[in-house]
Nanobody, 127 residues
Framework: QVQLVESGGGLVQAGGSLRLSCAAS????????IGWFRQAPGREREGVSC?????????DYADSVKDRFTDSRDNAKNTIYLEMDSLSEEDTGVYYC???????????????????WGQGTQVTVAS
């Protein structure tokens, strides 16, 4: 059974940082693209960032988080990380990681393409 478990969310002051983790079990993430998505209250879920499979490792970011968020892989731990810096209130929401069996370039806008989803972790940024 494939499971993705997010962790690392919490309450942070504006300007602060958090690092989210997405740990996988039941699957090796080497051949999976991983996307991070978030959903703020009253808004649709949106793509935040993605990292391609191990062979490529390329990343893509939404304009709203570019130069502030960074994806990385720890293949030994079968875990993906999202480092989030310079957080603002607009970054508040539930963050989800998702995995797509895909060796090409990841797509942070193609939510329906992702095969497995985590349960989400809450990020709250206070002013």
């Amino acid at each position: 059974q494939v499971q993705l478990v997010e962790s690392g969310g919490g309450l942070v002051q504006a300007g602060g940082s958090l690092r989210l983790s997405c740990a996988a079990s039941g699957v090796t993430l080497d051949n999976y693209a991983i996307g991070w998505f978030r959903q703020a209250p009253g808004r649709e879920r949106e793509g935040v960032s993605c990292i391609s499979s191990r062979g490529s490792g390329s990343t893509d970011y939404a304009d709203s988080v570019k130069d502030r968020f960074t994806d990385s892989r720890d293949n030994a731990k079968n875990t993906i990380y999202l480092e989030m810096d310079s957080l603002s209130e607009e970054d508040t929401g539930v963050y989800y990681c998702a995995a797509e069996f895909w060796l090409g370039k990841c797509d942070l806008n193609g939510m329906s393409q992702y095969d497995y989803w985590g349960q989400g972790t809450q990020v709250t940024v206070a002013s």
